[in-house]
């Protein structure tokens, strides 16, 4: 009978298939909460996705955190707010969809992604290089057209977005855009240059499509920048 040692192997011939080792994700996700979200359990399903997310990509090798913001206009001003900011995704609590948060108002699409870029940067740029998220993954959802914007107007605020948008990606972000019905999805995205995006039907079954989708975004984004742990790296010494 075969014994069990606890001797280790020599690194020479120590090669083990390993998972993948990810690099730190910050996963953005700007969630539109205007009024058309209530209609056909939209929000239901995209706050029911996001739980589904977070759950799906804590599943996944290596560390990853949720930025999680919501926008709309109130009293003829955009709010856009901040739910999760940098938290790790293992502590970060399910979203209740009937919860304090709901739909309301109007769309400043426009406005909520430049605030929302620009407050990721801040953040990035306020961390220790160790404690910066390799990997950024920026997901906007909306069932509608922008119509509310006030700071990102006109040519120039779409070139403004643009080139913020092309930074981000020269930099390693990926940066998707998902809508469900309201017009040419893709249209709209192209008019600010992202290429990544994700067109359903405004319902609940699109809604749903649409965060499996970008699930699926987001997992191949970090697969993609992993590390492969299939060797212990160590080397055969010469004869």
Known sequence: MSKLS????????????RPAVLPSTEIVFLLDRSGSMSNNDKWVEAVLGINALVADQ???????FLTLVVFDRLAKEPIIQIVHDHVPLKDVPELD???PIQPRSETPLW???????????????????????KLVALNIFTDGLNNASTEITGSKGIALLRKMIAECEAEGWQVSFA?????????????????LVVAVAGTARGVEDS??????HI?????????????????KKPN
Not at 12 to 17: F, G, H, L, P, Y
Not at 179 to 195: C, H, P
Not at 219 to 224: A, D, E, P, V
């Open 219 to 235: 997992g191949n984004y970090r697969k993609s920048h992993g590390i492969s742990g299939g060797s212990s790296g160590g080397k």
């Open 111 to 133: 406005d909520a992604i430049y605030a929302t870029i620009q407050h990721v940067r801040g953040k990035r740029a306020a961390m220790p290089a160790t404690q910066r998220p």
């Open 211 to 216: 965060m499996s989708q970008t699930t699926s």
């Open 58 to 64: 804590t599943k996944l090798a290596g560390d990853a």
């Open 6 to 17: 606890n001797r280790s192997v020599p690194s020479a011939v120590s090669k083990v298939n």
């Open 97 to 99: 969809p009937k919860g």
């Open 179 to 195: 809508g469900a019905g309201g017009g040419d999805i893709f249209a709209q995205a192209a008019e600010i240059g992202i290429n």
